[in-house]
Nanobody, 122 residues
Framework: QVQLRESGGGLVQPGGSLRLSCAAS????????MSWVRQVPGKGPEWVSY????????TYADTVKGRFTISRDNSKNTLYLQMNNLKPADPALYHC???????????????WGQGTQVTVSS
């Protein structure tokens, strides 16, 4: 069965950095676009970034463009998100998600992981 397991979240000061990882299993990772999605209580999910199968296609939400970098290692079935210059607006539960469909408004997903919490506070 599909499993997505995130790690790397934590508490960081504004301006700090974190690197999230997502270990995927139960499917052929290299055949799927993958995405990072974040969610805060009371709000709907917000897509952060997504990446094509070979890593050549990357797209970012305007809110994180220039600060976050998505990457993947298909040999390790792992997706990453390097987050730099973290801001007070960034705290959320960050999920790794498998992309099911790309639409004009952003990706749609069919599987999510449990998420890893990112907190930004001085």
């Amino acid at each position: 069965q599909v499993q997505l397991r995130e790690s790397g979240g934590g508490l960081v000061q504004p301006g700090g950095s974190l690197r999230l990882s997502c270990a995927a299993s139960g499917f052929t990772f290299s055949r799927y676009y993958m995405s990072w999605v974040r969610q805060v209580p009371g709000k709907g999910p917000e897509w952060v970034s997504y990446m094509g199968t070979g890593g050549g296609t990357t797209t970012y939400a305007d809110t994180v463009k220039g600060r976050f970098t998505i990457s993947r290692d298909n040999s390790k079935n792992t997706l990453y998100l390097q987050m730099n210059n973290l801001k007070p607006a960034d705290p959320a539960l960050y999920h790794c998600a498998r992309v099911d469909e790309l639409r004009k408004g952003g990706p749609r997903w069919d599987y999510w992981g449990q998420g890893t919490q990112v907190t930004v506070s001085s």
